[in-house]
């Protein structure tokens, strides 16, 4: 009887795969509007950047807000050997995401395998002003405040990709390859690692898992997504400028894990649609989107800190300051009724 259980469990399982499948494939064929599929290629890209944070922040537990700088060094790799260089995408592809993987990895090696908590936050956030200010002033190589315009698109084997369409099915190939590597290494043995320093570092060393450099292949597997990520933003956007690196775009970044769901790749997802597709629903009120991404973020804070498909314990980091807030928030108002 059991049995049978997990074989029916698995047959609904894979008939949810073959749907998701088929509506995927479809939504080129339903949705006619290019701009609708501009935005949702847009969505697509956001996806392997969340993903591929949720991995360090989710699942790792590590306060990681730097991320552009990444995908910074992957958009602008693309973009200066395609624009100056004029080498082809199979060749700016991987040196981009090469660049970023070892920068990712410098990153790391330095500063977050040795630290811990709200540390990993600011060294990951002046990390990417640091390389932000580079972009900006390296006038001669990057451009500097003008930016890197009319990169080329994608060309493979002879075949360019010049619609909207065909970059939605290429960039769907990406995501679903990015989704596979993770969900991989978070079912892994070493993903059971990442995890047991999530919840308990002192405990993880005890065991004799080798906390240092968990945390730092765990980070530099993080930023080599990020760079896929933004290698694929350069070809499509045909534009790199330092303002799409700043830190607001890194907290962005992570605002998407934090209202999706730490530690859940679906949630990774939802949460990068709902803040790619914010701006766009509300455009009149374009101005206040800080604003409004700012009450979010309080809210889920207080409600659901976790995020809304979250799949992590009280001991995770964010967990712990959402329900501080709300412990604090519980008092204000007991003691504005006491008055």
């Known amino acids: 009887m059991l049995e049978n259980f997990f074989r029916e469990k698995n047959k609904r399982r894979y008939a949810g795969y073959a749907l998701t499948a088929l509506v995927l494939l479809c939504i080129p064929l339903v949705i006619t509007n290019g701009y609708h599929i501009r935005v949702i290629n847009f969505i697509i890209i956001y996806c392997i950047i969340s993903v591929s944070i949720n991995l360090i922040g989710g699942y790792g537990g590590q306060l990681a807000m730097g991320h552009a700088c990444y995908v910074g060094v992957a958009a602008y790799a693309t973009a200066i050997l395609g624009v100056s260089y004029g080498w082809p995408f199979w060749i700016t592809f991987p040196v981009s995401i090469l660049l970023a993987t070892i920068y990712g990895f410098l990153t790391a090696i330095v500063c977050v395998g040795r630290i811990r908590g709200d540390y990993v936050m600011i060294v990951t956030m002046g990390v990417s002003e640091i390389t932000r200010i580079f972009f900006i002033n390296a006038v001669s190589l990057t451009g500097g405040p003008m930016g890197i315009p009319q990169v080329p698109g994608i060309t493979i084997f002879s075949f360019a990709f010049t619609s909207s369409k065909q970059y939605y099915y290429l960039f769907l190939i990406f995501l679903l390859f990015t989704i596979f590597v993770i969900r991989s290494i978070v079912y892994s043995k070493f993903g059971r690692a990442i995890v047991a320093i999530r919840e308990d570092e002192v405990a993880a060393k005890a065991m004799g898992i080798q906390v240092n450099w968990t945390k730092i292949i765990t980070f530099t597997i993080s930023a080599a997504f990020a760079g896929l990520a933004g ?59 800080t604003i409004f991404y700012g009450l979010i973020m309080v809210i889920m804070m207080v409600v659901k800190p976790q995020g809304l498909l979250g799949n ?23 003691h504005k009724g006491a008055e």
Do not use: C, W
């Open 231 to 289: 290698a694929l933003l350069a070809h499509y956007n045909r534009f790199v400028g330092p303002m799409q690196f700043d830190l607001d775009e890194g907290l962005l970044y992570f605002q998407m894990i934090i209202i999706g769901g730490l530690g859940s790749i679906s949630g990774s997802i939802l949460g990068a649609a709902i803040l790619v597709l914010i701006p766009e629903l509300f455009r009149g009120i374009a101005e206040y989107r």
């Open 312 to 334: 992590v314990g009280s001991d995770h980091v964010v967990v712990r300051f959402g329900n501080a807030i709300k412990r604090s928030v519980t008092r204000l108002f007991k």
